[in-house]
């Protein structure tokens, strides 16, 4: 392996040329030969055969581990991989987002897209956060998620931003996998709840287009009438604990 | 009712023009026009700071370093009129962020390029409205831009870049009148520092770019010195050129510049170069010598940028592994 490989790259900088290397997110090729496109720390990713070529990126996400050029030959069974990098933040087909619901209608709800989750990020999510230990690449929205959904979950800050985010789509027979033809979208969400859902198409000019047809996928905090935020009893239930009224939602799975 | 009969005068009273060439000052001696004292080759020092904006997704300061004669007359000053002014500017990067609802499908980064003067960023007032020669640079500058930007990485996306001059170059020593060589000579230092700036906020805000594209700008001068002392005046090629410090600048050239790539995404000729002849020695032409004179001082700038760039990406790789 060539040892000329920076450990932080700007972009313009030829990093390796393509024989050796083959270009990952963050680089771009030029005359057979790798370049930076974004600055950041260098990534080396084995190759998964032994045919195959690694794969050289610019990590857009900032990095804990502090040796980056080295290749790790750690087997991934002891933890998990590194992040899948992505060549941009934007949402994309497959990914996993959170959302708040901003308008219900009878055929669809729309919703504005709060943070895009990392592969990293929806393990983290899944298991109750006091059992996580194993440590994951965050990304620099993901670090915040808390903050994000707090601040999107408060009332008052409905109104504003929603112009800067990027706007979506939950239609009525995407909502759930079973008995889409009895959806009624006034009972799967309401104005303000947070929901998981994953992109299926990029859409038109405006709107993304999301899917909550699955288990862990569906509301996951709202507020109820009253304004107490609610917890989840079943799949298409959660309730008030102050009142004890119970309201319906697609709920997504909370573990 | 004007009165539409009779040639009116101004609405305003009005004053004649006092050039400072014409003044005296407090201990009799004439003003004096600023000089040069770098070498030809010579740059000034550049500033360049990023993520100074917390709230936008990238951001970079530029500051070019004020010149000789400016320092001195800060330190003893002879006259209440700073001789020259230096560059400052500060640059934002908001987004990618989505499309405006009416804007159509777009597969690429839509790229948005705002340049505002500060009121108080010229000797004379700039209004609150971008006039022609801010939307005219913007436009420059986004010339500059789309030729570096990956765009084809960020669908349905559009990125907004807001440069705020707080200080600008003057086009020409203030204390003299207007005359036949008279162009917004300032423009072209202020095009050269925005580009290198906004290159600085990209990289910042972590845009795929091929490289960072660096501003450079070079001049043919004619000084009255070589005149006065009978010599014919022969035009001098100087890069980075203070146009206060200058008589006279015959033309100038400005270059958005990718080193890493031996290429030129903008480039803005001004002036007459037909009848420069850059000395017995030098058989090449005018705009040539122009353009190489840019490319080198836009090769100058770059090593700030690199410098710039780099230590962005070293607080943000460092952030992580401190708070980890």
Redesign the interface.
């Known amino acids: 392996m060539a040892s000329t490989l920076p450990t932080l790259a700007i972009p313009g900088q030829r990093l390796a040329p393509v024989s050796s290397y083959a270009a990952g997110p963050g680089t771009h090729v030029q005359n057979a030969n790798i370049y930076a496109s974004i600055a950041g720390p260098v990534l080396v990713n084995p190759a998964s055969s032994k045919t195959a070529k690694s794969t050289l990126s610019v990590s857009r996400s900032p990095l804990r581990t502090a040796a980056p050029a080295a290749p790790q030959s750690a087997p991934k069974s002891t933890a998990p991989g590194p992040s899948k990098l992505r060549y941009n933040t934007l949402p994309a087909v497959d990914s996993i987002v959170l959302a708040r619901v901003t308008r219900v209608q009878k055929r669809q709800a729309t919703v504005s897209i709060l943070v895009v989750l990392d592969e990293s990020a929806s393990n983290k999510a899944g298991p109750p956060p006091t059992t996580t230990t194993a440590p994951t690449g965050g990304a620099s929205d993901n670090d915040n998620i808390e903050a994000i959904l707090s601040s999107a979950a408060n009332p008052e800050n409905h109104s504003n931003s929603d112009e800067l985010r990027f706007q979506a789509l939950i239609r009525k027979e995407d909502v759930r996998a079973v008995e889409k033809d009895r959806v009624v979208m006034d009972e799967m969400f309401r104005v303000g709840d947070i929901v998981r859902g994953t992109v299926i198409s990029l859409g038109d000019q405006s709107f993304y287009y999301l899917t909550t047809a699955r288990n862990d996928l569906g509301v996951v905090m709202a507020r109820s009438e009253a304004g107490n935020m609610m917890f989840p009893v079943s799949w298409k239930e959660m309730r008030d604990p102050v009142t004890g009224v119970a309201e319906l939602r697609k709920v997504a799975r909370p573990f | 009712m004007t009165d539409r009969r009779r040639i009116n005068g101004p609405p305003s009273g009005t004053r004649p023009a006092v050039f400072a060439s014409s003044l005296k000052s407090a201990s009799g001696a004439a003003t004096e026009r600023p000089r040069r004292h770098r070498q030809p080759n010579e740059l000034r020092k550049i500033f360049l700071k990023t993520g100074l904006i917390p709230s936008a997704s990238g951001s970079a300061y530029l500051e070019y370093e004020p010149s000789a004669s400016l320092a001195a007359a800060r330190s003893s000053p002879q006259s209440l009129i700073p001789p020259s002014s230096a560059l400052k500017l500060a640059c934002t990067v908001h987004g ?6 009416s ?4 597969p690429n980064l839509v790229l948005t390029t705002h340049v505002k003067y500060a009121p108080f960023a010229a000797r004379q007032r700039k209004g609150h409205i971008r006039d022609a020669s801010e939307r005219d640079l913007g436009v420059h500058l986004e010339t500059a831009l789309r030729g570096v930007i ?1 765009a084809e ?5 559009g990125l907004d870049i807001t440069i705020t001059i707080l200080e600008a170059e003057d086009d020409r020593w203030w204390g003299d009148a207007p005359d036949s060589h008279d162009a917004p000579w300032g423009m072209m230092n202020v095009l050269a520092g925005c580009i290198t700036a906004a290159s600085a906020a990209i ?2 805000a ?7 594209v660096a501003g450079g700008v070079a001049a043919i001068v004619s000084d009255d010195e070589a005149a006065e002392e009978g010599n014919s005046s022969t035009p001098k090629l100087m890069l980075d050129t203070d146009p206060a410090e200058h008589k006279s600048i015959l033309s100038a050239c400005v270059v958005a510049y ?4 031996d290429e030129i995404t903008e480039i803005w000729l001004k002036g007459d170069h037909s009848k420069a002849s850059l000395g017995v020695d030098d058989s090449s032409l005018g705009h040539e010598a122009l353009i190489d004179g840019a490319v080198n001082a836009a090769r100058g700038a770059h090593t700030v940028l ?1 410098e710039a ?2 230590e ?3 607080r ?6 401190s708070d ?1």
């Open positions: 990618p962020k989505p499309l405006p609802r804007a159509t499908f777009s990956v990485r960020w669908p349905k996306s990289a910042d972590r845009i795929d770019c091929l490289d960072l990718m080193p890493a790539r690199v760039v780099r962005s990406a070293e943000y790789a460092g952030l992580s592994t980890s």
